[in-house]
């Protein structure tokens, strides 16, 4: 059975439509997985920090909108990255503002040698490099 935190797929591609009609930045076409299949190579916990890196005034509700998850699930990731000292959360008026310390080390022991300055710039890397086109 479904939990209803876990959006269906037609829910997804129009959320992921949103996204890239409201970001700043272009995303690339996700290809279509298999039916079966809902895991992506990036984390949410990663998904909601390069969120907040292109719009440090988002409020959670639009950064649980683009990463497809809950509110409250947003709310937890930024307390856990609060937390871990990743984010630093800036009272502005009613608004909050993050900040990320890009000097901040990768935590599993394989990109330990990685900080997450480095895994931003590989994203927005990806993000400013033109697609490659099929042959």
Request: proline residues 10%; charged residues 25%.
């Amino acid at each position: 059975m479904l939990s209803s935190s876990i959006p269906r797929r037609e829910d997804r591609h129009r959320l992921l439509i949103r996204a890239e009609l409201t970001s700043p930045i272009p995303t690339p076409p996700m290809t279509d997985p298999a039916p079966d299949s809902q895991w992506t190579f990036l984390t949410n916990h990663s998904h909601v920090l390069l969120c907040l890196v292109r719009e440090p005034d988002a409020t959670l509700r639009q950064v649980a909108d683009l990463v497809g998850i809950t509110e409250r699930a947003v709310q937890r990731i930024v307390r856990e990255l609060e937390q871990a000292g990743v984010l630093t959360r800036t009272r502005e008026g009613r608004r909050n503002r993050y900040t990320v310390d890009p000097g901040f080390h990768l935590r599993h022991p394989l990109e330990a040698h990685r900080t997450v300055g480095h895994l931003l710039a590989l994203l927005e890397e990806a993000q400013a490099a033109p697609l490659p086109q099929p042959a």
